[in-house]
């Protein structure tokens, strides 16, 4: 099914792709986005959607001083985010406060509470354990996975531990498994690597291909879904990691994010280079069960389960974030810095 230009749109002034929803809001729809400018001063939009849920209103506009390659708000503060950023030269992430009065001045300036600083090389992610409020952080690199104290108040940040990925093993990004907190999964060029950041170790892997992009189901303990660039998306039971046990088409080009709906079970939204979002639904009903060896050995395709398609882009699409107050609600960012905000409503009654 196509989708028409049914959502609320807001441009930013230059290219960008990465949006979080500001969780810790509670009483205002909001997502933080920032742009990907090399030549220019950058800027970190906090926006918010009308109570009539008509509009996009800019509640606050910030100076970054670099490219913004991966931005993520705190999920229990909303003055508090994170992000990962390049001078073009180099990489360096960093924990940034907007300040407490912000409506009320002429240009308000982000507060740069502590630098992630321990890195070498290009990071990809910070990461927020998304199920309470935590002082610890994890961010990655090429190369390795550092897990952070965070001491906001005292405005400090200490590594705490640190790990090698392994040769030949060239990190991308990762996701925080929302039911354990010391478990994590990264991806890499081919394997997902799933993390005790107890021990620094790893515990187990995916064997697949181009994964772009992994994130955990809020809702069902033991389910992963991944993003691969050419063979679309796939469901995986953690409790058996042979094959997926189940498998979505995916795009017409490179699949490269995947969010699942932090309420409404079996929701997932796909975004990709063709400019499209895909919202899928998909049966997770019995996969509180161990899935069984005949189930793993063939996957069950679900070319079928597409519910919509929103194709009112005209550029790759790299950001996606479901609402955590509002969780019919979604916005996606493409490449070329528009932000357009949508309502699933009409396809819950699906379930």
């Known amino acids: 099914m196509q989708g028409g230009s049914s959502g ?19 009483d205002h729809t909001s997502f933080l986005t920032g742009t990907l400018s090399l030549k220019e001063e950058n800027e970190v939009h906090l926006l ?35 992000t990962v950023f390049s001078t073009g030269e180099s990489y360096g992430a960093a924990i940034w406060q907007v300040p407490e009065l912000y409506g009320q001045l002429n240009s308000p300036q982000l507060e740069r509470i502590a630098a992630l ?16 409020r935590h002082d610890k ?9 550092f897990l952070w104290s965070l001491d906001c108040s005292n405005k400090n940040a200490q590594v705490q531990s640190k790990q090698s990925s392994g040769m030949l093993h060239y990190l991308s990004g990762g996701a925080w498994d929302p039911h354990d907190v010391n478990a994590v999964a990264a991806t890499c060029e ?3 690597q799933f993390w005790d950041l ?5 515990t187990n892997s995916i064997e697949h291909a181009h994964v772009r992009n992994v994130d955990y189901d809020t809702k069902k303990k033991h389910l992963i879904v991944t ?8 469901l995986w039971d953690l409790r058996m990691l042979k094959a997926p046990i189940q498998e979505l088409p995916g795009h017409t080009h490179w699949t490269w994010a995947v969010c699942c709906n932090p309420e409404y079970d079996g929701f997932i939204l796909s975004a990709g280079t063709d400019s499209t979002v895909n919202l899928w639904l998909v049966s997770t009903s019995n996969h509180n069960e161990l899935p069984s060896e005949s189930l793993v050995e063939s996957p069950n395709q679900c070319a079928n389960s597409l519910l919509n398609s929103y194709s009112d882009y005209e550029d790759s699409v790299y950001g996606l974030a479901w609402s955590s107050r509002e969780p019919w609600i979604f916005a996606s960012l493409s490449y070329d810095g528009r932000v357009v905000v949508e309502s699933v409503k009409p396809f819950l009654s699906r379930k």
């Open 8 to 26: 609320i749109g807001y441009g930013l002034k230059y290219q960008a792709r990465c949006i979080s929803d500001v969780k810790a809001d509670t």
């Open 48 to 82: 918010r959607l009308s109570s009539g849920g008509t509009e996009l209103i800019c509640e606050g506009l910030f100076s970054h001083p670099n490219e913004i390659w991966d931005l993520s708000s705190c999920p229990f503060d909303q003055r508090i985010f994170s």
């Open 117 to 132: 600083d321990a890195h070498v090389g290009k990071i990809n992610c910070v990461l927020w354990w998304s199920s309470g």
């Open 137 to 145: 952080l994890v961010s990655i690199d090429e190369e390795n996975i």
């Open 190 to 192: 081919s394997s997902v």
């Open 198 to 202: 107890r021990s620094m170790g790893k």
């Open 227 to 234: 993003a691969a660039d050419e063979s679309g998306i796939h």
